[in-house]
């Protein structure tokens, strides 16, 4: 059996590029996974986690087909932090579950490329570091930020600011340039990591 692949966290603010980064990674040959698309596999899949949300909130967060509306459950918990904190607390063991599951499954696959790397934009917040042998964080200046992502400026206030993530990553990369000089820097990244350990 081969060696583990290394497991790769990209992290940062909003709009600093976790997700142009993520792909970066993907055109070198890593497998990738992002906490959003784990988060819509949650509320499509988890039952249990259905039941709570109608419990909580009625069928006001549901579509007429029964699907989880994320743009409704994102109305009630940006608008009071208490639902917020109930949220994250039975959706983020889920969510670190199915990334672990998937780190596992994609780990014991005998042609595994040497990298997984995922995208987690609260992988502080949460403690998930921990899990990870490298981390990236991004972060951009303000300016560059507010025209990339519009109105989520709200959402910042709760999150560890950008300069500790940095200061805490194994890689950091401000991202305020063109996506080329993004795609140079994850480059470089991927040839440090797969060098011969």
Same mark, same amino acid.
């Given at each position: 059996?081969?060696?583990?692949?290394?497991?790769?966290?990209?992290?940062?603010?909003?709009?600093?590029?976790?997700?142009?980064?993520?792909?970066?990674?993907?055109?070198?040959?890593?497998?990738?996974?992002?906490?959003?698309?784990?988060?819509?596999r949650v509320y499509r899949e988890?039952?249990?986690?259905?039941?709570?949300?109608?419990?909580?909130?009625?069928?006001? $967060?549901?579509?007429?087909?029964?699907?989880?509306?994320?743009?409704?459950?994102?109305?009630? !918990? %940006? =608008? @009071? #932090?208490?639902?917020?904190?109930?949220?994250?607390?039975?959706?983020?063991?889920?969510?670190?579950?199915?990334?672990?599951?998937?780190?596992?499954?994609?780990?014991?696959?005998?042609?595994?490329?040497?990298?997984?790397?995922?995208?987690?934009?609260?992988?502080?917040?949460?403690?998930?570091?921990?899990?990870?042998?490298? $981390?990236?964080?991004?972060?951009?200046?303000?300016?560059?930020?507010?025209?990339?992502?519009? !109105? %989520? =400026? @709200? #959402?910042?206030?709760?999150?560890?600011?950008?300069?500790?993530?940095?200061?805490?990553?194994?890689?950091?990369?401000v991202n305020d340039g063109s996506?080329?000089?993004?795609?140079?820097?994850?480059?470089?990244?991927?040839?440090?990591?797969?060098?011969?350990?």
């Amino acid at each position: 059996m081969g060696r583990r692949p290394l497991a790769v966290a990209i992290t940062g603010g909003i709009a600093a590029g976790k997700t142009e980064a993520l792909a970066a990674f993907a055109r070198r040959g890593a497998a990738v996974s992002s906490a959003d698309e784990i988060v819509h596999r949650v509320y499509r899949e988890d039952a249990s986690l259905t039941s709570e949300l109608r419990e909580r909130w009625g069928e006001s $967060v549901f579509t007429d087909g029964g699907e989880v509306e994320r743009a409704a459950i994102g109305a009630i !918990v %940006f =608008a @009071d #932090r208490s639902e917020l904190n109930w949220l994250e607390s039975v959706l983020h063991p889920r969510v670190r579950r199915m990334h672990q599951q998937w780190l596992d499954e994609t780990a014991a696959d005998p042609g595994s490329p040497e990298l997984v790397v995922v995208e987690i934009p609260l992988l502080y917040e949460t403690g998930g570091e921990a899990r990870f042998d490298k $981390v990236v964080a991004l972060t951009a200046s303000p300016s560059v930020r507010e025209a990339r992502r519009g !109105v %989520f =400026a @709200d #959402r910042e206030a709760r999150l560890i600011p950008d300069e500790e993530k940095l200061r805490r990553a194994d890689f950091a990369y401000v991202n305020d340039g063109s996506l080329e000089e993004l795609d140079a820097f994850v480059d470089g990244v991927v040839k440090e990591l797969i060098s011969p350990r």
